[in-house]
């Protein structure tokens, strides 16, 4: 604890929260005496505990493994209060919360995520693909709904720390990897819609299989007019580009709904005019601009700027206004044959599903996250 922060307590300094004290993100207390405005403590990997589990589990046949179903030993842990920022982390037993039934994030939604992979390559080196970019989104999300930021550089040097705890649970077969979810979730007991004064940080692991595990396939989707996913930012102040648990439980039903009728994904389509999200031929690449409609993708963006380099080939394309939805998935590329609009068009692919711009851009991006392609993207793990 720094001294000024210590020095405030003990002379009983006036306690703030509230939205005075929430300043582009950061909140902060008021010196009574001298009026200064004073930032919390941030998140201090130095002050890390660890807790080993007295239960360790064996990793299940990666075989066996079903998306999100299989958690790792160990989870990371950081409380936030608005009177003491930051607390300490720690590194302890996978296990239930403790949670007052009256707390924030079950009534109102207060709750933020990422995902991210971490992938162990043919030698045993375990990295992250572009995870300062998880870092950055996590924070913007969090000050669209009132709660903390932090220093993402901190947070990745934990979540670095737990990965490395959680080695072993990274499945050796190619492409499998471990996914990373961090969550934040306001705490605060209270029946009310305020940023809350209690919040937590926690960071799990599951081991995960590839998204394809009988090779790659394209899908179907269903060109979805009936409802939309979340509202846009730019023409509404919605809440579409942030990465929050309120974006996702309203999209269940549709999803339902399309898989009743055999498409595997929704494609939401956006306003009056349901415009739809391909140009017409399978040489070109068609995703919407980021102007608050959709979340900023870091496959998106990795898919961009990798095209980018063979724009001279006359493959890119980006940024029709109006095109308005894409689909990936945490660090996967879909890649689809037929929409339900426009009467089921189908559209032609190679023997593989793939078409001449998706087959390049696909073992690139895979080479690159898996490390048998070397790349700036690929941020080792270390102790
Ligand atoms: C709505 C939405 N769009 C896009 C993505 C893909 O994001 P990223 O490429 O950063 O993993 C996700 C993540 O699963 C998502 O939930």
Redesign the pocket.
């Known amino acids: 604890m720094s001294s000024l922060i210590r020095s405030v307590r003990l002379r009983g300094y006036r306690r703030l929260y509230g939205p005075s004290s929430l300043l582009a993100g950061r909140f902060y207390q008021t010196d009574a005496m001298t009026g200064e405005v004073v930032a919390l403590p941030d998140i201090q990997p130095s002050n890390l505990q660890f807790v080993k589990t007295g239960n360790p589990k064996a990793p299940p046949p990666s075989k066996s493994l079903m998306f999100g179903h299989t958690f790792t030993d160990h989870m990371l842990t950081i409380p936030w209060s608005s009177v003491e920022g930051w607390g300490t982390p720690k590194i302890g037993p996978y296990g239930p919360l403790s949670l007052e039934p009256s707390c924030t994030v079950l009534h109102y939604a207060q709750t933020i995520f990422e995902?991210?992979k971490a992938y162990r390559d043919e030698h045993g080196k375990v990295t992250l693909f572009r995870p300062d970019?998880?870092m950055k989104?996590m924070n913007t999300s969090a000050s669209r709904i009132a709660l903390p930021t932090f220093n993402g550089d901190a947070l990745l040097e934990l979540i670095k720390k737990l990965i490395h705890s959680e080695r072993d649970w990274i499945p050796r077969e190619p492409g499998h990897s471990l996914y990373i979810r961090p969550t934040m979730i306001g705490t605060q007991r209270f029946i009310g819609v305020a940023p809350p004064s209690e919040a937590l940080l926690f960071v799990i692991c599951s081991p995960v299989g590839p998204y394809y595990p009988e090779g790659f396939k394209p899908i179907a989707l269903y060109g979805t007019t009936e409802y939309i996913?979340a509202a846009p930012v730019r023409t509404t102040k919605g809440t579409g580009a942030y990465?929050l648990g309120v974006?996702?439980a309203p999209g269940v039903m549709p999803q339902k709904e399309a898989a009743k009728m055999g498409y595997a994904q929704n494609l939401w389509l956006h306003g009056p005019e349901h415009y739809l999200t391909e140009k017409g031929d399978a040489i070109e690449l068609v995703t919407p601009p980021l102007d608050g409609m959709?979340?900023?993708?870091?496959?998106?963006?990795?898919v961009l700027a990798l095209a980018r380099d063979h724009a001279s080939a006359g493959y890119y394309y980006e940024g029709d206004s109006r095109c308005r939805s894409?689909?990936?998935?945490?660090?996967?590329l879909w890649i689809w044959y037929r929409c339900s609009y426009q009467s089921g068009r189908t559209y032609p692919t190679g023997d593989d599903g793939m078409g001449p711009i998706s087959r390049p851009i696909w073992t690139e991006l895979t080479g690159r996250q898996m490390g048998t392609i070397p790349s700036d993207w690929s941020v080792p793990v270390t102790a």
Request: glycine share 8%.
């Open positions: 995902g991210m970019m998880n989104r996913r990465k974006n996702y959709i979340l900023p993708g870091v496959t998106r963006d990795s894409c689909r990936n998935s945490c660090r996967t």
